[in-house]
């Protein structure tokens, strides 16, 4: 089921949409669903509408409150989230923490707005948890917002207390997926120790053209030394920090011995009337890294007429994945990987040290695998 409110007509024909709402909880007593995805998008709106949209608005959550909290409505395991205002958002998370194993949510910084209202309560509760939360993905923009958000920069997202609630409430995940990471509060990671999968993507959209990629490596430094399983950094069009690179190696360095798969896509589009893009072009790997089985480092750059498709893989790898890597001996379309430190000494045993990296071509499908990371469905479609 897919449900979407649209201001536009809580104004113009608020009953019609009150009486939607409870035809569908009416309807849906008897059905048992796991997933919901649950979109508001908030419209530019004039000064002489705002104060009735507000009791409009105010009386739609009230009874969405009702629509959720229905006895028959058992609690759903993944939920996505791209809504404007917190009410909705500490609505449905607070009715499905003890049930919830996978959220999705949009980041905004617009709630900071909504966090200053002394009149109102918003947020979260102060025993806030998920129990079962196993996988959190925190989608960051600095899409403005007319008026409402004048701080537009997601820089400053880290000053909301109910981001900072959300992320202490989901200490116990295993794996953080950040899409365009904005800045997450000072110390909110320290508590993660369940934490073994990371992946951070980068994608110009929203007219968020730099990816604060050392500021988010620099937050995942306070991690045990060999915590993480997995590791993946996929980005293309937009800028990256300085000292990214310098940044990125020293966190490898801190994961290399735990590492089992690592995962390098750097996608760089040059376009016409805008100035090149600065990115990570040049990987430095900690040579030895014993546990790592899975490898695909790739640094593209559209102007080479490259597809997206070439890269680096573990020797061991590729014999174990016949069909799916073409091995290529025109090595010009690699990318530049030097490895660092000197080799542990125990030869065969370590994957990172005897393992040789061997450059090739993804196929078809492998391709079309990692270009729907990208994607971002229903939630970015608006």
């Given at each position: 089921?897919?449900?979407?409110?649209?201001?536009?007509?809580l104004?113009?024909?608020?009953?019609?949409?009150m009486?939607?709402?409870?035809?569908?909880?009416?309807?849906?007593r008897?059905?048992?669903?796991?997933?919901?995805?649950?979109?508001?998008k908030?419209?530019?709106?004039?000064?002489?509408?705002?104060?009735?949209?507000?009791?409009l608005?105010e009386?739609f959550?009230?009874?969405?409150?009702?629509?959720?909290?229905?006895?028959?409505?058992?609690?759903v395991?993944?939920?996505t989230l791209?809504?404007?205002?917190?009410?909705?958002?500490?609505?449905?998370?607070e009715?499905?923490?003890?049930?919830?194993?996978?959220?999705d949510i949009?980041i905004k910084?617009v709630?900071?707005?909504y966090?200053?209202?002394?009149?109102?309560k918003?947020?979260f509760p102060?025993?806030?948890?998920?129990?079962?939360l196993?996988?959190?993905?925190?989608?960051?923009?600095d899409?403005k917002?007319?008026?409402l958000?004048?701080?537009?920069d997601?820089h400053?997202?880290?000053?909301?207390?109910?981001?900072k609630?959300?992320?202490?409430?989901?200490t116990?995940?295993?794996?953080?997926v950040?899409?365009?990471?904005?800045?997450l509060?000072?110390?909110?990671l320290?508590?993660?120790?369940?934490?073994?999968?990371?992946?951070i993507?980068?994608k110009?959209?929203?007219?968020?053209?730099?990816?604060?990629?050392?500021?988010?490596l620099?937050k995942?430094?306070?991690?045990?030394?060999?915590?993480?399983?997995?590791?993946?950094?996929?980005?293309?069009?937009?800028?990256?920090?300085?000292?990214?690179?310098?940044?990125?190696?020293?966190f490898?360095?801190?994961?290399?011995?735990?590492?089992?798969s690592?995962?390098l896509?750097?996608?760089?589009?040059r376009?016409k009337?805008?100035?090149?893009i600065?990115?990570?072009h040049?990987?430095t790997?900690?040579?030895?890294m014993?546990n790592?089985?899975k490898l695909?480092?790739?640094v593209?750059?559209?102007?080479?007429?490259?597809?997206?498709?070439?890269?680096?893989?573990?020797?061991s790898?590729?014999?174990?994945?016949?069909?799916?890597?073409?091995?290529?001996?025109?090595?010009s379309?690699?990318?530049?990987?030097v490895?660092?430190?000197?080799?542990c000494g125990?030869?065969?045993?370590?994957r990172?040290?005897n393992?040789?990296?061997?450059?090739?071509?993804?196929?078809?499908f492998?391709?079309?695998n990692?270009?729907s990371?990208?994607?971002?469905?229903?939630?970015?479609s608006e």
């Amino acid at each position: 089921m897919k449900f979407a409110m649209y201001e536009i007509d809580l104004y113009l024909k608020p009953d019609h949409v009150m009486n939607l709402l409870h035809r569908g909880v009416h309807q849906m007593r008897a059905v048992k669903f796991e997933a919901m995805i649950i979109k508001n998008k908030r419209p530019g709106w004039n000064c002489d509408v705002i104060d009735k949209m507000a009791l409009l608005v105010e009386r739609f959550y009230q009874d969405f409150s009702t629509f959720v909290n229905q006895p028959e409505f058992h609690g759903v395991k993944r939920v996505t989230l791209n809504v404007e205002y917190l009410t909705p958002i500490s609505i449905l998370l607070e009715k499905f923490s003890a049930s919830l194993e996978e959220l999705d949510i949009k980041i905004k910084v617009v709630w900071i707005n909504y966090e200053r209202v002394s009149d109102k309560k918003y947020g979260f509760p102060d025993d806030f948890m998920f129990p079962k939360l196993k996988r959190l993905t925190l989608r960051f923009s600095d899409h403005k917002l007319g008026d409402l958000n004048k701080d537009g920069d997601p820089h400053n997202i880290s000053d909301s207390k109910s981001l900072k609630k959300l992320l202490e409430a989901s200490t116990r995940i295993e794996e953080l997926v950040l899409k365009n990471y904005g800045q997450l509060p000072y110390d909110s990671l320290d508590s993660f120790n369940n934490l073994r999968k990371l992946t951070i993507y980068g994608k110009n959209r929203f007219f968020q053209t730099l990816l604060n990629l050392h500021d988010c490596l620099e937050k995942f430094m306070t991690f045990p030394t060999a915590q993480l399983r997995f590791f993946k950094l996929v980005f293309r069009d937009v800028d990256v920090q300085d000292d990214a690179e310098k940044a990125l190696l020293c966190f490898l360095q801190k994961q290399r011995q735990s590492l089992k798969s690592l995962t390098l896509s750097f996608i760089l589009i040059r376009r016409k009337n805008r100035s090149p893009i600065h990115g990570i072009h040049r990987v430095t790997l900690p040579r030895c890294m014993p546990n790592l089985e899975k490898l695909w480092i790739s640094v593209e750059d559209d102007k080479l007429g490259s597809d997206s498709a070439h890269g680096f893989k573990l020797g061991s790898q590729v014999g174990k994945e016949r069909g799916e890597f073409e091995i290529v001996d025109d090595t010009s379309k690699a990318p530049w990987v030097v490895q660092d430190g000197r080799e542990c000494g125990q030869g065969l045993l370590c994957r990172g040290c005897n393992g040789s990296l061997v450059f090739g071509k993804l196929r078809q499908f492998q391709r079309d695998n990692l270009d729907s990371d990208y994607s971002d469905s229903e939630l970015e479609s608006e």
